[in-house]
């Protein structure tokens, strides 16, 4: 009688794994609104926004040339670092350096940097006003003085 | 009565099982995409921070290093242990701008916003040597970073600091020749390179000038007598007015001036580089740029930096030299480091003697043993 008992209730445990599986899957298909546009194109700005963050992080400002002209003492600096260098220089060094590496980016980029509260617009000379972005920051060191740049990426 | 009893237990199994099914089921590839992306900006962000420290731990040890060696200076006193002179005087608390950890601190946190948090330990320097112009310091920095949106918590470990020496004063040649020179680098790993060997010459010694590769339109070419030509094909130029021509082919030239040919280059060479001509050989020449620069360059066969502040001329296998023009005749230069032992150096072709070209600077002697340690032996006569 009691090994009857048993039985039953594995057979009931066999029959409700089934279908809590089949429960379960009707359960996700219905949660799930399936892949937006909107979502894809914010996931392609963060892509680029990263993207961007990690090369001006991890090139030397060696690796511009001969499109941008690097003295012998900035060539070992990072790209963020050169970046920085140049805006403080107020020449247009620093635009054509943020025109060099974004050539190639399909989407829209904006750089800012800040050492305090305020961000500070690099690229391009006024912002585009993105409706929908995505961004991504680094931390850089000028002259004992440590900056955040922060790439921002959108349309 | 039993089976009833167990499928209760067979409900609740079966709804966790549910509650673990929906879950993962339920994370699209978008939001794993979205996930990812995070992931990376976090990452990214988290490798800026361990930069930014081990740069500004960088950049304090050498101003720490200039200080210490302006303090030398100001003593008049070679140290005997400079080492752990060095680590005992130093504290991240002693510098300017972000080099001090209470400043950096401080700038990183008004840097992130409210839903992050960074703690930064800056350890002691426990040791610290040298290997060129680089300091290698044993610092241990910790740091932990948290993104409290992105629940996200990362902890890293630098033990060791890269120091890339610049602009503190050399204690050697102020005690030497009491002349201040700072630390710089030049840029190459010695004074001279050998550009290649040619299969037959017009026979000569000793020539000196700047190099022109293939030029496309030589009546732009100015100053030809200080110009050695570089081409495959020399005969198409006329070539009487150059100080000397380099021929990449076989054929021999009919020219006044001194030639090669059949030159074998095993480095490339740029027009306006500097380029010595001495028998069949041809090299790249930093001297004069290390003279005029008075900037480093790294070798066996002279001491290092803290050997230095010693006052010490022995040799080290991290060691560090620059050449020097001394207005005292009677001290004319070689070696910094042999400033005082002018017998032991020799002349360099090209440099301390130029039979064709300009620019010679007969005071100058290098010591023998760097010219082989470089493989520069056979420039010295």
Known sequence: MGL??????????????VMA????????????????????????????????????LRRDAKSLEPEIEVSASHRDIMISSFLILKEKENTDKAEKTARSILSDEKYSTEIYYRSNQTFNLLYPESPYNFNDSSSSKTLTVVDDKVYEILVVVGE | MKGVAYTPFALIAASLLLMLFSVPLGANPQNIDLQINSLESSHTYQASINSALTLISSKSLNAHLKGFNQEIINSNNSLNNPEQKFISSYSLKSNKGDTTAENLQKRLKSLINETEEIKINFGEVKSVSSEGLKLNADQNIRYRYTDYILNLKYGRKIDEVDVPVEGAIDPLNYFRAGEIINYSICGYNKPAYKLGKARQSSGFENVYGKALVEPENMSQVNNKGEKIL??????????SDFLAVVSLSDSTLNTDTEWMAGFNL?????TGQSV???????????????????????SEEAPDIFQRMKNSTSKSSYGILTYKYDSNASLANGDYNLVDQRELGVKVSGVSSVEHGQGERSWFRADEDNMDYWNLSSLSN
Do not use: M, W
């Open chain 2, 266 to 270: 095993s480095r490339p060479v740029k």
């Open chain 2, 230 to 239: 570089f081409s495959r094909e020399p005969n198409s130029y006329e070539l």
């Open chain 1, 4 to 17: 009857k008992g048993f039985y039953f209730s594995f057979d009931a445990i066999i029959a409700l794994l």
């Open chain 1, 21 to 56: 599986t089949a429960g379960s899957l009707v359960v996700s298909s219905l949660n799930d609104p399936g892949v937006e546009s909107d979502q894809i194109r914010f996931s392609q700005y963060g892509s680029q926004a990263t993207d961007i963050s990690n090369y001006i």
């Open chain 2, 276 to 298: 010595i001509l001495k028998n069949d050989e041809a090299y790249i020449s930093h001297f004069r740029e290390i003279i005029d620069r008075k900037c480093f360059v790294e």
